[in-house]
């Protein structure tokens, strides 16, 4: 069974960090991406590290503050956020594709797999 786990979700104030990871089981993933919803809003894409190559991709909006990285060894991937701000609050999903490609990966229909979210609140 499949399965995608996020921890590290929490209340932090403005320009605070936080540490998110995403555990996963059943199976390996070539290419683990980061999702995020905050209220009222559609899920849109923050960060995945492409596997091959080890090239890493971000929405504009979390560019320099944010950073992907992977543990092979664990099947797991962290997502670092720094010097958060108000607007980063949202619940974060991790999820993985089967066949998942480069073209796609900005595409939450892409993926076929997804964690249950952790949330994440910056207060001002």
């Known amino acids: 069974q499949v399965q995608l786990v996020e921890s590290g979700g929490g209340l932090v104030q403005t320009g605070g960090s936080l540490r998110l990871s995403c555990a996963t089981s059943?199976?390996?993933?070539?290419?683990i991406g980061w999702f995020r919803q905050a209220p009222g809003k559609e899920r849109e894409f923050v960060a995945l590290?492409?596997?091959?190559?080890?090239?890493?991709y971000y929405t504009d909006s979390v560019k320099v503050r944010f950073t992907i990285s992977r543990d092979n060894d664990r099947n797991t991937v962290v997502l670092q956020l720094d010097n958060m701000k108000p607007e980063d609050t949202a619940v974060y999903y991790c999820?993985?594709?089967?066949?998942?490609?480069?073209?796609?990966?900005?595409?939450?229909?892409?993926?076929?797999?997804w964690g249950q979210g952790t949330q994440v609140t910056v207060s001002s």
């Open positions: 590290r492409w596997r091959r190559g080890s090239n890493t």
């Open positions: 059943g199976r390996t993933f070539i290419n």
């Open positions: 999820a993985a594709g089967d066949r998942l490609l480069l073209s796609q990966i900005y595409q939450r229909d892409a993926y076929d797999y």
